[in-house]
């Protein structure tokens, strides 16, 4: 299962990274569940998408450099660094036209070629600095 599982994560990932959030309904199941460190409850596949979605419209040109994808079992680990200029408003702060980074790390578990579960954890703290005036 190993390539596969990784297989799903990319297609994930390059599908966002590209505008095409329908990857979401077809990469995810239904019963899709998102824990985001921080986030008070998870959320579902329509939520995360929905998340995602506010994401890429502050930072429209956010592409994810995968440094690892490891999979074992039914679980892959993802550690990438998603890139971007910020052009909308991203939690209350309104665009600053600055290119930021930050890491990201993620544990999805994949159930018959699906997302079934996902755990991230954002480094959302290093984000918010960049966009602070100097």
Known sequence: MGDDAKDVVRRLI?????????VFEELCASSYTCHFAGSPAPESRDEHKASAQ????AFPDMRHEIHDLVA??????????PTGTHEGVFLGVEP???????EVMALFRIVDG???EEWVVANIMGLQQQLQSP
Not at 14 to 22: A, K, L, P, T, V
Not at 54 to 57: E, G, K
Not at 72 to 81: I, K, M, P, S, Y
């Open 96 to 102: 600053t036209g600055k290119k930021v980074q930050f």
């Open 114 to 116: 699906k997302i079934q």
């Open 72 to 81: 074992e079992g039914d679980l892959v680990a993802l550690r990438a660094t």
């Open 14 to 22: 390059h599908g966002m990274d590209s505008g095409d959030f329908g």
């Open 54 to 57: 506010a994401i890429y419209a």
